[in-house]
T-cell receptor, first 118, second 114 residues
Framework: DTAVSQTPKYLVTQMGNDKSIKCEQN?????MYWYKQDSKKFLKIMFS???????INETVPNRFSPKSPDKAHLNLHINSLELGDSAVYFC?????????????????FGSGTRLTVV | AQSVTQLDSQVPVFEEAPVELRCNYS??????LFWYVQYPNQGLQLLLK??????LVKGINGFEAEFNKSQTSFHLRKPSVHISDTAEYFC????????????FGRGTSLIVHP
């Protein structure tokens, strides 16, 4: 069983289109994340949800909108895709996020979605 | 805010040789430190982590790392590498008592030659 699964694995689309990436985790984790990895492999956090509640929203264009129907799912919808959106998008999960308490146990990552905008 | 520097973007090494991947961090508070490995076309996998206690941390696949507070370093080592260790390695730091959202380094590509 895959712990964190993302679909699709590859996504090629034209500029201006709207697309979604889905993520599901079966680890029972409360917190899920979206990361963007650019062509130079730099990883940057985009969003974080804790038990369906948005807790981290980094400087990301409004065209990106996360949705968490339940704590096991975190989807990413992207409107009006641009060339610069081409990247690998990773979903990740971790146990309960709680500011100021508890050790950080690390993330479990999905295998990524390679988005190419042409 | 914390930051992470991985000094080498690429480290070539021959099979069965030892390797050290360097990581330095900057933070004004106590930190948690991590190494992740990313094999080609895969997601990141946690190799090891330092939360507290012993400064020498052992991880999976024979890797270990040593936390050095005075030098603000967390270098990753393996005494004898295999071809299968060829991958991208990421160091990450998060601040205790903070948001726990880690900052990742820019990665070091380990290339193991036969």
């Amino acid at each position: 069983d895959t712990a964190v699964s993302q679909t699709p694995k590859y996504l090629v689309t034209q500029m201006g289109n709207d697309k979604s990436i889905k993520c599901e985790q079966n680890l029972g984790h409360d917190t899920m994340y979206w990361y963007k990895q650019d062509s130079k492999k730099f990883l940057k956090i985009m969003f974080s949800y804790n038990n369906k509640e948005l807790i981290i929203n980094e400087t990301v264009p409004n065209r990106f909108s996360p949705k968490s129907p339940d704590k096991a799912h975190l989807n990413l919808h992207i409107n009006s895709l641009e060339l610069g959106d081409s990247a690998v998008y990773f979903c990740a999960s971790s146990p309960l996020y709680k500011t100021g308490s508890g050790p950080d146990t690390g993330y479990t990552f999905g295998s990524g979605t390679r988005l190419t905008v042409v | 805010a914390q930051s992470v520097t991985q000094l080498d973007s690429q480290v070539p090494v021959f099979e069965e040789a030892p390797v050290e991947l360097r990581c330095n961090y900057s933070s004004s508070v106590s930190v948690y430190l991590f190494w992740y490995v990313q094999y080609p076309n895969q997601g990141l996998q946690l190799l090891l982590k330092y939360l507290s206690g012993s400064t020498l941390v052992k991880g999976i696949n024979g890797f270990e790392a040593e936390f050095n507070k005075s030098q603000t370093s967390f270098h990753l080592r393996k005494p004898s590498v295999h071809i299968s260790d060829t991958a991208e390695y990421f160091c990450a730091v998060s601040e205790s008592g903070g948001s726990y959202i880690p900052t990742f380094g820019r990665g070091t590509s380990l290339i193991v030659h036969p």
